[in-house]
């Protein structure tokens, strides 16, 4: 038998563009659909940041919070996935029944925003109130946790083996499976093409860990900042681009003798978007995973896209199956061959506003908040 609330430590966003503020709430008990998770640590990836400056519409006062792992408190009736002890990562939560659903490619559900940005369940419904007995909203991307205690729904819980340490799984759940997915099951990249990832950050870096595992053997990095570059070499570039000194698109065709196979846009910035679709060969795709402003269009070329075969495409997730992909990274960094703990700096819950900085100014690649001492 569950209690029927628990006091929780978690960072509120209340002002858009403020700081977090850390406070104690009350949360709800699992409904019947729902797991409550004792988080141990989530990730801060930049979605954190856009929702906490309602870049795109996310109500306030919100508990955000979308990388989260950690141990199995108590399931609602209907759950039969997880029970409590489980160690598990928290993912994007999708409907199950939309088409993409169904088609196994629930990073494209149909109601991905308002699952995921609604603030809310789907009915409307939240589980969090403030030291004033006032709503604060919920359920980001079915998890909301920055937080000692997520809930989350059966659907975006991925259970784990818990031989490994959970405190660094949580970014799988988000950035990790974003790049790593991009590579490996939308653009499908094949051993021995070639791959330019245009931004060296969390994203752009599991997406050239996830090159160099497939067995792509040219792989371009592309930023502005040298010791971004240099990072981008020691996890598996073979070639690395100022393109603050360097067109990227002339270093590229230089590169590969005319154009990359796989191109991946990670900055959300038309211009670099552009360059991405010019870098690519004949039959060459550019996959799309930056988040530009709502409302931004680029232009490109029709007749080149239509003579030389060329493809521009949009990944959410990296298109994961994340009760499969997941473990399955987990596994390439048993093996040493997706390090991606390289890209991880620790906080407590009190510095997140800290960490939030350090991940703007880029001089943290993947911020990660440990709760469990919260
Ligand atoms: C985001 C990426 C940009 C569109 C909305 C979902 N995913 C995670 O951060
Ligand atoms: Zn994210």
Redesign the pocket.
Known sequence: MSKNTTQIRAAVAREKGGPFSIETLTLDAPRRDEVLVRVVATGL???DMVARDQS?PVPHPIVLG?EGAGIVESVGADVLKVAPGDSVVLT?LTCGRCKPCRLGRMAHCEK?FPL?FGGARLDGSTATLDGQGEKVHDHFFGQSSFATYALANERNVVKVSSDVPLERLGPLG??IQ?GAGAVMNALNVRPGTSFASFGAGAVGYSAIMAARAVGATTIVAIDIVPSRLEMAKELGATHAINSKQTNPVEAIRDITGGGVDYSLETSGNPSVLHQAIEALGSLGTCGI?G?EPLGTEVSFDVNTLMIQGKGIRGI??GESVPDIFIPQLIELNAQGRFPFEKLMKFYSLDQINQAAQDSEKGVTIKPVIRLLAA
């Open positions: 990836c930049h979605t795109y979308h994007f991905t995921c988000c950035g974003t995973v988040a959410l997730e």
